[in-house]
């Protein structure tokens, strides 16, 4: 079934897409998302896995993962594994069309022997340095490497003899031979194979040489019949070659390579360099660190798929770099949430309220809404007793003009309870209040008022014989600055406020014994979900996000500057 999107809707590449299929170029497309399994998957990640599924999905084609496991230097099994959970976890699948560049190296070593053949390619005995130095700049042509002139019989005897493991690392390469004169960097006589003695995660030690990135690239699209390569800006000079490749090459299907920017988010680095170096130092807890820009970290923060994919729309497609506000993913992340997060009381830095007038023993079950925004989701009883706990900053002893909560001879309503009075403050012997002492107005049930009287405060609050302790972590952004790395240490630019442990929480009954990764509103504090830290003795939660919602404010400044 295909759901196309309207013709005002579509983007660029749709757009091309749409007129594809209308020109009967392609009976239907294939499409790819094509990861290097030398890492975790990132937030920039999910855009492309987004674009590509989604597109495929949208004009009844069919997307790929393909690991492009060309680098057997920094590529792991754990990496695989993970890369294919999140983007299950995305909402995404590839059936069985799930493919590695590995599974290539045969194919694309004919290939190369083909290239030799017709005399377009070459083994170079220079090394890297000194090609570096041979390939002239900008304004420079390049220098013809002394080895390029090769006989195709020489060419096909060492490379032979490269795939044997006769020569050490470095001390070879196999070359396209192009243009060294080109004003395009990339086509002077790119390296297509290097020598790397090592053990590569899925096909052992069984090469010793490897495909570099850009000729692995295009033949896999081209074997797996891919129609659109889409991929991102820095490719676009790339791309002369890929077709290059495509031109000299007996592949079986034509695919078209097209560019997108890439996603970048404030706040947030995204380089993977960078965020293996915040994993290998210790600096987050792991590549699923709540705080990390991972899509693993992000789940374990509590994002929930739905809104990395409606941010992905939101973002949209564009032809130029620029840097997405991290405000927008958090009201998306908000938006998904406030629809399907049942709300609880937790009580983060509890302060001890007793109910004088309260029976002692007693307690009542209250009926409590689990989702305003959600008739179905129903609702639930907290229990009110005697003794409870507020939070410490609901109370002020001598309370400034705005300050309207709970205040020596106030009045303020306990959610779902009662309206209470705080007659008493307790303090111990270094004059810190440890105790509230309050009367009750039997008559205001539920938080109504008979009377009609008005208190300007609602509190969340929980029973304390009934309430179950917790740890309640604070994440904020990793980085203070909203451009990290902007100067050259972004290492400097870590916030020291990234995460606020509170032990000692107090939550309600109903927040025992939930799942990991189920997702909750704490009332007046925020989106939360359960750690998988969590015993069932002690609850972990993570926060998610505040309620605070900065993008809606930024867009509300916008409109009022119009
Ligand atoms: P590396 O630094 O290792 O090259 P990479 O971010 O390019 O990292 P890949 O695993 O090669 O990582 O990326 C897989 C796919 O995801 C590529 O098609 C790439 O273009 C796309 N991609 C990576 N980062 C972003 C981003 N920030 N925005 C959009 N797409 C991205
Ligand atoms: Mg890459």
Request: hydrophobic share 35%.
């Amino acid at each position: 079934m295909t759901d196309q999107p309207s013709p005002e809707s579509r983007d660029f590449i749709r757009e091309i897409i749409a007129n594809d299929l209308a020109s009967g170029k392609h009976p239907g497309i294939v499409t790819r998302f094509p990861p290097e399994p030398n890492g975790y998957l990132h937030i920039g990640h999910s855009k492309s896995i987004c674009l590509n599924f989604g597109v495929a999905a949208e004009f009844g084609g069919r997307c790929h993962l393909r690991f492009d496991d060309t680098n057997p230097t920094k590529e792991e099994m754990e990496y695989i594994e993970a890369i294919q959970r999140d983007v299950r976890w995305l909402g995404f699948d590839w059936g069985e069309h799930g493919y590695f560049a590995s599974d290539y190296f045969e194919q694309l070593y004919e290939w190369a022997l083909h290239l030799i053949r017709a005399g377009n390619a070459y083994v170079d005995d220079l090394s890297a340095d000194e090609i570096r130095a041979h390939r002239g700049t900008l304004t420079e042509p390049g220098r013809h490497s002394p080895y390029r002139n090769r006989g195709v019989k020489e060419n096909l005897d060492l490379f032979q003899r490269m795939r044997a493991g006769e020569f050490p690392d470095g001390t070879r390469v196999l070359r396209a031979k192009i243009d060294m004169a080109s004003g395009n960097i990339n086509l002077r006589d790119p390296v297509l194979y290097r020598i790397l003695h090592a053990t590569h995660p899925r096909t052992g030690d069984a090469w010793c040489i490897y495909p570099t990135y850009d000729y692995a690239h295009g033949q896999s699209d081209a074997i797996e019949h891919i129609t659109h390569s889409l991929c991102t800006l820095e490719f676009e000079d790339h791309r002369p070659l890929y077709d290059w490749f495509l031109d000299n090459l007996p592949v079986p299907s034509r695919p078209r390579q097209i560019e997108f920017a890439r996603l970048n988010l404030s706040y947030t680095v995204m380089s993977k360099r960078r965020l293996l170096q915040l994993v290998r130092e210790g600096i987050v807890a792991g590549w699923d660190d709540p705080r990390m820009p991972t899509l693993s970290g992000m789940r374990r923060r509590g994002f929930p798929p739905e809104a990395i994919r409606l941010f992905s729309e939101k973002v949209g497609l564009a032809k130029r770099d620029s840097v997405v506000d991290y405000a927008l993913l958090e009201h998306c992340v908000r938006d998904v949430l406030n629809r399907s997060a049942d709300r609880r009381m937790a009580v983060l830095r509890p302060l001890k309220v007793v109910i004088t007038n309260y029976g002692e023993g007693e307690v009542e079950w209250l009926p409590a809404v689990n989702n305003p925004e959600d008739q179905s989701a129903g609702s639930r009883t907290v229990p009110f007793g005697r003794e409870l706990f507020i939070e410490r900053e609901d109370f002020m002893e001598d309370p400034p003009k705005q300050f309207y909560r709970l205040a020596p001879g106030r009045e303020v309503r306990l959610r779902y309870a009662y309206l209470i009075t705080c007659q008493e403050v307790v303090k111990d012997g270094a004059g810190d209040v440890v105790e509230l002492r309050c009367t009750y107005d039997p008559a205001t049930r539920g938080g109504t008022t008979p009377d009609g009287r008005r208190v300007k405060a609602t509190l969340h609050w929980v029973s304390a014989a009934h309430a179950v302790p917790a740890e309640v972590r604070l994440y904020d952004h990793l980085f203070s600055s909203s451009e990290p790395g902007a100067g050259d240490d972004f290492l400097a630019d870590l916030s020291p406020a990234s995460l606020e442990v509170l032990r000692g929480c107090r939550v309600e009954p109903a927040l025992a014994g939930l799942p990991v990764e189920a997702r909750v509103q704490f009332e007046r504090q925020g989106y939360f979900c359960v750690d998988l830290d969590s015993t069932p003795e002690l609850p972990v939660f993570n926060r998610t996000v505040t309620l605070r919602d900065t993008w809606a404010k930024i867009q509300a400044k916008g409109e009022a500057n119009r």
